[in-house]
Every structure is written in structure tokens, then in C-alpha cells.
């Protein structure tokens, strides 16, 4: 009986071992046996994001205290001006020996003063003024209040109102001036009943634009904290009044009141209420001229 055999093909078994060789060779693995996934092409970075400059603070309003005639004799009104990139304190201090921009308002201190500089002593701030300082017409009442006048300056500018306040000249403490008082050791704020104009406006300020409505507000320290307000133009007529009432439970506390006001320069008084029909003298009144557009 015959036998066939079946005749091997080589060419076959080589196609075979050389498509496993391509297989193998598109398909790294990793130690573990996983494959490893190709790389994605290089892409150009993002580019960093520059870094937002922090917001600038605006400087804070500059206040200082001036004078002003009233029924119980010389007062301080507190006056709100624009901020000043400098030192708070001197630059209020400057604005004081400057002169109010309320004509109502005036001051005492000799206006060709320099501020020399403002340092610290503990809790005491220590002003040291040229020696024009001790050029000044007062008697004791004014020269008393020129003190506070100071002292109500820079304290607040230092936000520290319960600080003592020291007057150096030239360096060296002040001693005795204007012929009537002596100051060689630290000051702090007197009673402010004692003191301080009792009707106050902080804003608007003195020859403001603005718009209406117009928003008033400041201090008072009024009977049971009744403030009354009118608005006038600059004939005497009125054109609108009415009241506003403050928070209670503090020697001066904050009051706002809002008025519709047509295009017109006009002057917003404030006054004390008066129980008193007019036996006290007359009530304490403060004033701010504005302009509306």
C-alpha cells in the first residue's frame, strides 16, 4: 500500500514568526506585564499666568479739629478732608496749622508751623513742632483749647483715641506757651461734652458736589437724641427740613437722614433741639455747603 505524505510548506511558519515579531515589537511591557501605552507628543507649555497686583487701600479720609464760637464758649468741630499718602498723623496735624476749608471754622495756630515729625513713647504720641508754634493771640480759654485741639488731631488720625499727646518744639518739650499754660508732660482728650461742638456733619463735606438724593450724616450728642435739619438755598429760603433721630446709649452718636434736593447750590443745617425755649442761649447749629447737580 502506497503512503502519502503531506509536503511541508516553510514559507508559511516564517510569515508566521515574523507577524508575532511585529506584534511584539508594537507592544512594550512594563515589569509587571502591562502594556505600555505610548507617549502623546510634546505639546509647548501654558504659559504662567502673571501674578494680580494686590489692590492699592485708598488713604483714608484726613481729620482735623478746628474752632468754632458757640452758646458755651469756644467748641471743636471736627472737620473731614481728603486722604493723604503721608503719615496720618502729621498730615492731619499739617492739615490743622493749615486752616479749616468751613469758613465757619477757624484756628489758632500760627500757619507757617512745620511738622517736624510725629514718633511714638509707649502709648504716647509725640508731636514735635517748629517754633512758630509758640506764636499765638489767645487767652487761657483759647490756649486751653488749642491743647485739645491737637491732642483731638492726632489721636484720631492714630485711631487711638484714648492716647496721650506730647507737644516738642524743636526737639524739646514745649513747657509754658502763649502766656497762658504749660505743656511739658502728655495730654488725653478732655470730656467731649466739655469740648466739642455737640451737632456735627461728617459728610458731605464743606463745598461738595454731589447728587440727589443727598445723604447727611455725622455726631451729635442732642436731647433725647432729637437732631433737627433743614436745607436752604442760598437766598435764606427753605426748601425742605424735618428730623432725625441718633443712636442712643452714647455721648455722640451717629445720625443720617436723606433729602431729595433739585439741581442748586444750598446749605444743610443741622441744630440741637432746644427744650428749653431759647433760656439755654442759642442752640448749637452746624452747617455744610453743597452743590447740586
Not at 89 to 97: D, F, K, P, S, Y
Not at 131 to 143: C, H, Q
Request: proline share 10%.
Amino acid at each position: 500500500m502506497a503512503t502519502h505524505r503531506t509536503r511541508r510548506r516553510p514559507w508559511r511558519g516564517a510569515l508566521l514568526v515574523l507577524a508575532l515579531g511585529v506584534l511584539l515589537g508594537s507592544c512594550a511591557t512594563t515589569p509587571g506585564g502591562d502594556p505600555t501605552p505610548s507617549e502623546p507628543p510634546p505639546t509647548s507649555a501654558a504659559p504662567t499666568p502673571s501674578p494680580t497686583p494686590p489692590a492699592t487701600a485708598e488713604p483714608r479720609p484726613t481729620t482735623a479739629y478746628f474752632v468754632v464760637d458757640t452758646r458755651a464758649g469756644l467748641r471743636l468741630a471736627r472737620d473731614v478732608g481728603p486722604g493723604s499718602a503721608t503719615d496720618p498723623v502729621q498730615a492731619a496735624v499739617e492739615r490743622m496749622i493749615e486752616g479749616p476749608a468751613d469758613p465757619d471754622y477757624t484756628t489758632s495756630w500760627n500757619p507757617e508751623t512745620e511738622v517736624l515729625g510725629v514718633t511714638r513713647d509707649g502709648t504716647t504720641l509725640v508731636v514735635d513742632l517748629s517754633a512758630e508754634a509758640r506764636t499765638a493771640s489767645v487767652g487761657s480759654e483759647g490756649a486751653a483749647l488749642m491743647i485739645q485741639q491737637l491732642v483731638h488731631t492726632a489721636s484720631e488720625a492714630a485711631e487711638e483715641p484714648g492716647a496721650g499727646v506730647l507737644l516738642t518744639i524743636d526737639g524739646a518739650p514745649a513747657g509754658e506757651l502763649w502766656g497762658a499754660v504749660t505743656w511739658d508732660e502728655p495730654v488725653t482728650r478732655a470730656d467731649p461734652l466739655d469740648v466739642r461742638l455737640l451737632v456735627q456733619i461728617d459728610v458731605p463735606v464743606e463745598g461738595a458736589t454731589t447728587t440727589s438724593p443727598v445723604t447727611v450724616s455725622g455726631e451729635a450728642a442732642v436731647f433725647e437724641a432729637n437732631l433737627l435739619w433743614r436745607v436752604v438755598d442760598l437766598a435764606g429760603t427753605e426748601i425742605a427740613s424735618g428730623f432725625a433721630t441718633t443712636a442712643e446709649g452714647q455721648t455722640f452718636a451717629p445720625y443720617s437722614f436723606t433729602v431729595e434736593l433739585p439741581a442748586g447750590t444750598y446749605q444743610v443745617v443741622i441744630t440741637e433741639d432746644d427744650p428749653s425755649g431759647g433760656a439755654a442761649g442759642e442752640p448749637m447749629t452746624d452747617s455744610r455747603t453743597i452743590t447740586v447737580g
